[in-house]
T-cell receptor
């Protein structure tokens, strides 16, 4: 039973355009959400996070939006660059419960074409 | 640079032959995690240590064990690897509960 779902295995966009990666979750106890980026032959690296008390968090070209009622979050990358090509993992946790456990989605492979 | 190091990067073992994967960190973090990631699947937490306190996930097979002899090192022992244990094994660390997790590059395990 997947608690965190990334329904698009892959996404391809043109350089300079917006990339939108989506993530859905089923556990209403999740209150902290993260995006990790993974290049081949490397471990995932933290990109951006959002707490459930917010609906938006921005860091440079990366913005994460959270819709709690829909149990949906999205990562926007504007403008997309070829170096953004990687696998993006959505993850969630119950931070208020003091849990260290992250539950990951399967990832979306983003390809940004020059 | 402070980092999470995993050795070896690639490990080949035979069916049923015990294998140990190693993780070390220079971040001085309290928490160390082991994840298993099979092809095209989500990373799945096997267990974690908060300092010396071991926390096993309910669905982690008994075949998987872990040791943390000190703050810097953590080992994953697979007592009798099966073909289904072939995967990428990721080690991560964090400074505390709910802190950002920092991942190593992973060890890809092949079972023949």
């Amino acid at each position: 039973d997947q608690q965190v779902k990334q329904n698009s295995p892959s996404l391809s966009v043109q350089e300079g355009r917006i990339s939108i990666l989506n993530c859905d979750y089923t556990n209403s106890m999740f209150d902290y959400f993260l995006w990790y980026k993974k290049y081949p032959a490397e471990g995932p690296t933290f990109l951006i996070s959002i707490s459930s008390i917010k609906d938006k968090n921005e860091d440079g070209r990366f913005t994460v939006f959270l819709n709690k009622s829909a149990k949906h979050l999205s990562l926007h990358i504007v403008p997309s660059q070829p170096g953004d090509s990687a696998v993006y993992f959505c993850a969630a946790s119950e931070s208020q419960g003091g849990s260290e456990k992250l539950v990951f989605g399967k990832g979306t492979k983003l390809t940004v074409n020059p | 640079d402070a980092m999470v190091i995993q050795n070896p990067r690639y490990q080949v073992t035979q069916f049923g032959k015990p294998v140990t994967l190693s993780c070390s960190q220079t971040l001085n973090h309290n928490v160390m995690y082991w994840y298993q990631q099979k092809s095209s699947q989500a990373p799945k937490l096997l267990f974690h240590y908060y300092d010396k306190d071991f926390n096993n996930e309910a669905d982690t097979p008994d075949n998987f064990q872990s040791r943390r002899p000190n703050t810097s090192f953590c080992f994953l022992d697979i007592r009798s690897p099966g073909l289904g244990d072939a995967a990428m094994y990721l080690c991560a660390t964090s400074g505390g509960r709910s802190d950002t997790q920092y991942f190593g590059p992973g060890t890809r395990l092949t079972v023949l």
